[in-house]
């Protein structure tokens, strides 16, 4: 019987009661959870660790999360996928992460019981290709 690893996640955020929040939920599924609470952290972070998937608040000081995400598309994670969780919910919202590179977006606030299969989920139209 083969034993997988859990998907390690990445999930870049300045709050910290949401990133709490986010890693107790994905923790309980399964999930392994590495934090950084901005751009620079995450660069630092990419630097020793290879997620199977980022969450990217949009809302990020210094460096939003539009920016980044173009920078790590570019520079340094151009194969993982980048999913904009945000708070960001007017029209075009959506579409402008599409276009700085996320490969998908979950609205918060954060639907607990939602959450785990929307990872899930992203993580497996990873794998298929």
Do not use: W
């Not at 708070?87 to 918060?108: H, P, S």
């Amino acid at each position: 019987m083969e034993i997988s690893k859990s998907p390690l996640i990445l999930y870049v955020e300045d709050n910290i009661d949401n990133r709490v929040l986010v890693r107790r939920i994905l923790e309980a599924d399964g999930f392994r959870v590495e934090e950084a609470s901005s751009g620079h952290e995450a660069f630092e972070k990419l630097k020793t660790i290879t997620p199977d998937l980022i969450l990217m608040d949009i809302n990020l000081p210094e460096v939003d999360g539009y920016t980044l995400t173009t920078t790590l598309k570019a520079q340094l994670t151009p194969n993982i996928p980048i999913i904009a969780l945000t708070a960001n919910v007017m029209k075009g919202d959506r579409e402008k992460t599409l276009q700085a590179g996320c490969d998908g977006y979950i609205q918060k606030p954060i639907d607990v019981d939602a959450l785990p299969s929307q990872v899930r989920s992203y993580l497996s139209s990873k794998t298929k290709g």
